[in-house]
């Protein structure tokens, strides 16, 4: 009996055996495709190329060798970038079988989706009813801009020009939800939010010198997340609704350039308003 069930047992081993290097092989092929789309959608929806160099790179960092990566694709409309990967895993008991390898294909896919909500946003609320186009700028912060008495400033958790430089300096510690209710902080405060700005951008300068409006580090003080606010009617202080959020880039204290970016600190959702504002997600 044991010499009849000893063939059947080794090839069951052998199966078992060659399984499990090929699930292992496979599971680190799938997480280095991973890494490499959400790592390369970083760079969209502006900058298509470094896109695709990001994704090949953080592919070879995680394990792929260079012939195994097919090259990534990304969308012609930015929001989008895939990676196939291609390895021949060794197999070792079957080969008794005349099989030596076995091919393991992966592909994965990041997308950019809408922000719905977001922590460390600046309190300075983009008027919803202004169309904005990619690197266009923006200037900010002028008298009555939005409305009478007001700045395009909010009031984000506390009021006053200390909370505001506070908020400007640091983004704002709580979460800003679409359909969430905020207050407008009228007033210029000019002094606190020039040197709250000036801070931001001279952090952004040191930390990523070569970081511009189109090509940066998601740690750069220069890239914000700002609300889209409907200031309709809105005189001195009011209640105005998050209609949305914008990355944007800081290029002085009363000029912004208005960008489509992922931003830390922001959760996707597939009914929030496009106005920019991403982040990255793995959708396959």
Known sequence: MFAILLPILLGVLAFGVD????????????????????????????????????????????GALVSEIATPVVAADGLWVSITLTRQAPLYLARVLGLNTAPITVSAKAALQNTGSATGALPLGLSSQTTYALGQTIAIHKSNDVGPGNWDSLALGCTGASCLANNLANGYSGTLTVGQVVSSEPGGAV??????????????????????????????????????MDWTGCEGRCPLTVQGFAAVWLVSPTSLIFIGSVVPGSTP????????????????
């Open 269 to 284: 959702s597939t009914t929030a308003a496009a106005y920019g504002s991403y982040r990255a997600v793995l959708v396959q």
């Open 191 to 228: 002094g606190p939010y020039n040197s709250a700005i000036n801070a931001r951008i001279a952090a952004g300068a040191s930390s990523d010198p070569g970081g511009t409006w189109s090509s940066h580090t998601l740690d750069d003080q220069r890239l914000a997340i700002v609300p889209v």
């Open 19 to 62: 399984l499990s290097v090929f699930y292992f092989t496979w599971s680190r092929m799938q997480s280095a495709a991973d890494a490499a789309v959400l790592a390369a959608a970083s760079a969209l929806p502006a900058d298509a190329a470094k896109a695709k160099t990001v994704a090949t790179s953080y592919a070879v960092t995680n």
